[in-house]
Each structure stands twice: as C-alpha cells, then as structure tokens.
C-alpha cells in the first residue's frame, strides 16, 4: 500500500529500507483492525498514507525502544526520558495507534455500522 519511495516523499527518514516493510506491514494490518479490513489500494487517500507512515514510524520508535521525552527545560536546556511503564499517566502504544487513525482517517472509515 504504501512504498519505501513514497514515505521519503512525504517526508519521513526515521526507518531505514531494510526495515521498513516489517513496519509498513504492521501499521498496514493495525489500520485494517481499526477499519474493519476495509482498507483497500484503491480507497487510500493521501492522508490515509500520512497515517500509515506515522504509525509505521511509532512502532519502529517502540520496537528500537526509542524513548519519548518525558520532561524538558528550556534554561539551561535538558531533557528527561523515559518509557511507559505501569501507573504511568503516558499513552499505552495502542492509544498513540488509536490517536494517529482518528487523525488521519475518516470517520466513516473507523464507523463499523451497518
């Protein structure tokens, strides 16, 4: 659904081509779970692509364990990272997934309905 050429085109470096298919198949079958396998080539549109793009990036990030930061100071300028982690008030992985496809697709794509 989506090229290794046509993520460097929107815009996106993060994954290096080696591994990119492992995780544009991932985000491929994530928004096929949330679209009820509706998702079809032909009914891609652009920003359905931005949002596979950025959920592949978020599970390279998760997979590579690449930390988010979790505190920043402007003076003197330091940053604090950190992983989820139980009790933690951070976003579970499924809900940055969730966050992405209400954002980059539609809600008639998301709507189940009958």
């Given at each position: 659904?989506?090229s290794?050429?046509?993520?460097?085109?929107?815009?996106y470096?993060?994954?290096?081509?080696p591994?990119?298919r492992?995780?544009i198949?991932?985000?491929?079958q994530?928004?096929?779970?949330?679209t009820?396998?509706?998702?079809?080539?032909?009914?891609?549109?652009e920003?359905?692509?931005?949002?596979l793009?950025?959920?592949?990036?978020l599970?390279?990030k998760?997979?590579?364990?690449l930390?988010?930061?979790?505190?920043?100071?402007?003076?003197?300028y330091?940053?604090?990272?950190?992983?989820?982690?139980?009790?933690?008030?951070?976003?579970?992985?499924?809900?940055?997934?969730?966050?992405?496809?209400?954002?980059?697709?539609?809600?008639?794509?998301?709507?189940?309905?009958?």
């Amino acid at each position: 659904m989506i090229s290794y050429t046509d993520y460097k085109i929107f815009g996106y470096t993060l994954i290096p081509k080696p591994e990119f298919r492992r995780h544009i198949m991932r985000a491929v079958q994530t928004a096929q779970r949330f679209t009820f396998d509706r998702l079809s080539p032909e009914n891609l549109t652009e920003a359905n692509k931005f949002g596979l793009c950025e959920l592949a990036e978020l599970f390279y990030k998760e997979v590579n364990n690449l930390k988010p930061v979790i505190s920043a100071t402007n003076d003197r300028y330091s940053e604090t990272y950190g992983l989820r982690s139980l009790g933690s008030t951070m976003p579970t992985i499924d809900e940055d997934a969730y966050s992405i496809m209400l954002t980059y697709f539609t809600r008639e794509q998301l709507y189940r309905g009958v």
